[in-house]
Each structure stands twice: as C-alpha cells, then as structure tokens.
C-alpha cells in the first residue's frame, strides 16, 4: 500500500512538471537597467542612454512633485514614457490618481477617452497638452505636446529654440537635457543638440564640460524648475 501511494504521488509530480507554465504567472517587466552611468573618455557615448533616460525621470519628479524611484517602477512594469507623461499631467489637471488613469488607459485604450470624465479642459488653460487632446492626437504626439507645454512653462527653451529643435528631430530627452546643459554653460541648446547628433561630442562629453556629475542630475533639473517658479525671476 506504501508503495502504490509512493508511486502515484511520483507519477502526480513528474505531470505536473510537464505541465506548461500559464504565460500569464510570468509579469511583463521591462528592464530598465544601465550598466554604465559614467562618462568614459574612450567610449564617450555609451553611457548616453543613461544620461538620458535619468535627466527625463528626474525633470518629471520635479514638475509633478513625485518620487523618482516611483517613476522607474512603473517603466519596469511596462510603462511608457509617452504613457507616463500623459498620466501624471492629467492627473495634476484632475487630481486623479495617476496609477487609476494608467490602468485606465489600458482598459479604454485612448488618452482622450480617459479624460473625458475627467472634466480638465477648463482647467487646462488652453495649453498645448489640452489642445492635443482635443484634436484626438495619437500618443506620441500628445506626449511630445505635454512636454512641449512643461518645457515652455518651466523656461527650459523658448518658443522658438523649441521648433527648431523639434524640427530638428530632437526627442523629449534630448530636449530636457539639451535645456539642462545648456542653462548650466550658456550655450544654445540648438547648437549642443547639433554637435551630438553630428558626432562631434556626446551628451556624457557636455555634461562633464558642464561640470554636471551623473549623480547631481536630479538636483540640477529640480533646482531648474525651482527657480523658474520664483516670482521674484519674473515668470
């Protein structure tokens, strides 16, 4: 009788190991991990990405007053930028809570069909993030509008410098640290993003010039939009 329990208990295991995982019992977690996060001379653009992506995270803490560490969770668990964007302006418009407006998105699929409960157009103030929205702009496009009204708002690049650089193909982190390095030595952003992109220099090779450390990123970008809030700087 030991031997029979023994043997389908054996014959109970060995099935279920063959049996196949359910791909749902595995996250969908994007790795959002660099292994190099410091300027390196002889290979002067592979910790770009880092200086990037961490100058993008760091500006949207700031303007929305939200943890960092919170903002690279949600990009682990599969998250957007574009997504994240929209959803912490929005919920700054409606005073939704910005996890609720992400998941929504999932559900509903259209950015415009979360914010219509919302009732945020008034509040909006005619910006750029409202008027895209309205027109029923695809992501991307209303992401890059919403960071295009933050960027104005908080004087990171005028209204001019802006459209060049964006007809220049810069994207929204190049934007942001083009702004940061160029607050930092008074040079035009237009130029710095030009000398990149034409491979005369790397964003790791600006910051440093800059006299940016890697790891003050965050506390530059946030004393940026501090000082654009000062009112005695006239903004």
């Not at 023994?6 to 109970?12: A, E, G």
């Not at 063959?18 to 969908?28: E, H, R, V």
């Not at 220099?201 to 890697?214: E, I, N, R």
Request: charged residues 20%; hydrophobic residues 45%; positive net charge.
């Amino acid at each position: 009788m030991h031997f029979v329990t023994r043997y389908v208990f054996q014959l109970s295991l060995i099935i279920l190991l063959m049996l196949p995982m359910p791909a749902l019992a595995i996250p969908a977690i994007t790795c959002h991990c660099f292994t190099d996060r410091s300027y390196d001379p002889a290979h002067p653009t592979v910790a770009d990405p880092y200086f990037l992506a961490t100058t993008q995270n760091s500006f949207v803490a700031a303007v929305f007053g939200v943890d960092k560490k919170s903002i690279v969770i949600k990009k682990q668990k599969g998250a957007s930028a574009d997504d994240l964007w929209t959803a912490y302006w929005l919920a700054a418009k409606s005073g939704a809570d910005p996890e609720f407006l992400l998941q929504e998105h999932k559900a509903k699929g259209s950015w415009r069909q979360v914010a219509a409960p919302l009732t945020i157009y008034a509040k909006a103030g005619g910006g750029r993030g409202a008027e895209a929205l309205k027109a029923g702009a695809a992501d991307e496009r209303l992401a890059n509008a919403v960071v295009d009204e933050l960027l104005l708002r908080f004087c990171f690049h005028g209204a001019s410098e802006l459209a060049a650089l964006r007809k220049a193909g810069a994207g929204n982190q190049e934007l942001i640290l083009a702004g940061l390095i160029a607050a930092k030595t008074r040079q035009p952003a237009f130029q710095l993003y030009r000398d990149v992109k034409g491979g005369r220099t790397s964003w790791g090779a600006l910051l440093q010039q800059a006299k940016v450390d890697p790891a003050d990123i965050q506390t530059e970008i946030a004393t940026l939009v501090k000082k654009s809030r000062d009112p005695r700087n006239g903004r």
